[in-house]
């Protein structure tokens, strides 16, 4: 059903006119498919994590053909996503959501920001920042990662320089399932490359760049909220008591 009225949405998209009168029609059609396109991506969420069917290769195609239509590295994600569960809330194992340390560097920098934009101001910003380019900067470059793992760190490659932590984000055995995760997405963008030549850019654009840009913002802003509130514990290694 969410496959169904993804293509169902995505196909309206394709008959909007181009013009800046559909302004209007053209951010509802971003709201609304992004919006239904989500139901994809937690289908695939669930495939990650093993719920979805008892076939494990009916589970893997599902989620890599899903999340690689929605440009999300299927693989690499399940395994990043596996170590983000094993760490939750963890200061230094955690794997996303990790916040900075006051002391660090991206925590003075954080807290200065704060005290020179005010506090309304800077949530302003920061929800700007997170909600259209935290997704790729975390897929890109670990924004938001542990410590364990070092920075950056990458879903695509573990080349230098995103391999300089006390851990492995991404071990070697994980490197077959990464390069296949890479070969979705280039054939996704490949596919969204012939659409731009058929169609023109700017049709595929806001047929697709729209609703991207949606369900990326409806995935920071729940996972957002549920590993930020303040009564949320963080734990860290310096905390546990060694006698215990």
């Known amino acids: 059903m969410s496959l169904s ?44 994590h093993r719920a979805f069917h008892p076939n494990p290769r009916v589970e893997a195609t599902v989620g890599f053909v899903l999340h690689s239509l929605l440009l999300v590295p299927y693989f690499s994600w399940q395994h990043s996503h596996a170590v983000h569960h094993a760490n939750c809330n963890h200061m230094e194992g955690g794997e996303t959501h ?94 969204l490359i012939m659409a731009a030549i058929q169609f023109s850019p700017a049709r595929m654009l806001c047929v697709y760049g729209l609703p991207y840009l949606v369900i990326n913002a409806w995935l920071v802003g729940y996972t957002w909220l549920q590993h930020t509130d303040t009564d949320i514990p963080h734990f860290s290694t310096a905390d546990v008591d060694p006698k215990n």
């Open 5 to 48: 009225l993804t293509l169902l949405t995505y196909g309206l998209g394709t008959q909007i006119p181009l013009t800046a009168m559909a302004a209007p029609l053209w951010l509802l059609y971003a709201v609304v498919a992004g919006t239904v396109a989500g139901g994809c991506w937690v289908i695939a969420h669930e495939c990650g």
């Open 98 to 191: 990790v916040p900075p340390r006051a002391e660090s560097r991206t925590g003075q920098i954080v807290a200065g920001m704060s005290r020179r934009l005010g506090p309304q101001l800077f949530g302003i910003t920061s929800l700007i920042s997170h909600l259209l380019l935290g997704w790729p900067l975390y897929l890109l470059f670990g924004v938001a990662g542990g410590e364990k793992y070092g920075a950056p760190t990458s879903h695509f490659t573990t080349a230098a320089p995103f391999r300089n932590g006390k851990r492995a984000l991404f071990p070697n055995a994980c490197l077959p399932l990464m390069q296949l995760s890479n070969l979705g997405l280039l054939a996704m963008i490949g596919i």
